[in-house]
């Protein structure tokens, strides 16, 4: 396993992967290394569930960590295709968070959770000595629906275009470029930067994935999260057992991304970019999903297609899994820079 972020597939399959407790009927998808939910079928209808910490970064504002936090956690559910519906969290907070921070916190949350549907049905909430931000516990939510309504992240067919919305380093330049305004300025054109930080509300991929998986068919989607697109993308073909070929350029880039990631030497196409959707959807479909993204005013494009193998190709050459995402390490690097000014 990395020193910072996830664990690799390796790590999961020698020490997680074994040791699942009980064989049960119910549970019609398992934990598999990135995938983003399970599934347990209870009665009938499908029951979707992810795990997320609850990360708030306070250099962002309350307000707008919160937002992103609650994005987090419903993230996942989402790209089953069934809407989020129900929500467990536990915090642990710092010892220095005020009474009206948390305030802040919560309301962003009961905000966005009463706009998508969802229900908050239990939780932990304390302070402790220890608990450092930006990560203060953790959540699992929920979405419920019929089984004929979910879209599993191991969908992807032969004969399948692959739909990307957004693009590239969506979460590494709206995080870094936040963070780090005053390091930016000056050495990166000011439009440039503004653009960068304009990228921090399209760090959810909930809208996205509700849109397409409504406008259908949808086989498969995947929040690129750690590792990015080519990361994502990876886990999409392992999951299904198939191989997938993208043209980059075909991939829609958002203005500031490219400036940002220069910046910051990071390589926008395997840098954390939660908000970027991938979608695999069957050839009768792309025209639909694609029309329906445009009119919510959600950038995407058909960028490659599914077909027989394995692995990723971009442009016709293999592309690997990048192990590890540049945006810890850099994240850390700045947080100096910034403490040192």
Sequence with gaps: ?????????????????????????????????????GVVDVGGRAVAMATDPIFVMPSLGFERAAWFAFHILVSD??????????????????????????????????REARELGVSVVT???????????????????????????????DGARVGDRVVITKGPAIEATGLLSITF?????????????????????DMSPVRDALTAAAAGPVSAMHDATECGIYG????????????????????????????ACEFFDVDPWSSISEGTLLLTV??????????????EGIPAADVGQVSEGSGVYVDGEYTEHPGVDPFWATFEEYMGKLEAE
């Design 1 to 37: 396993m990395s020193d910072l972020g996830k664990a690799d597939r390796e790590f999961f399959d020698e020490y997680i992967y074994p040791h699942l407790g009980a064989d049960r009927e119910d549970v019609a998808l398992g934990p598999q290394h990135g995938v983003d939910f």
């Design 282 to 295: 069957p050839e009768s479909g792309v025209e639909d999903v694609l029309a329906t993204l445009d009119d």
């Design 232 to 259: 994502g993308l990876y886990e999409m073909a392992r999951a299904a057992g198939v191989r997938i070929d993208v043209e980059r350029d075909a991939v829609p880039v958002q203005p500031g991304v490219l400036a």
């Design 123 to 153: 939780g932990h909430t304390a302070r402790y000595a220890g608990c450092n931000y930006p990560m203060v516990g953790g959540a699992t939510a929920v979405s419920v629906g019929a089984f004929d309504d979910l879209v599993r992240p």
């Design 77 to 110: 559910v989402a790209v089953s295709g069934l809407g989020p519906t129900h929500l467990s969290v536990d915090f642990n907070l710092p010892p220095e968070i005020t009474d009206d921070q948390f305030e802040t916190v919560w309301s962003t949350f009961d």
């Design 181 to 201: 305004e005053s390091l930016m300025r000056g050495t990166v054109d000011d439009d440039a930067v503004d653009a960068a930080t304009d990228r921090f509300y």
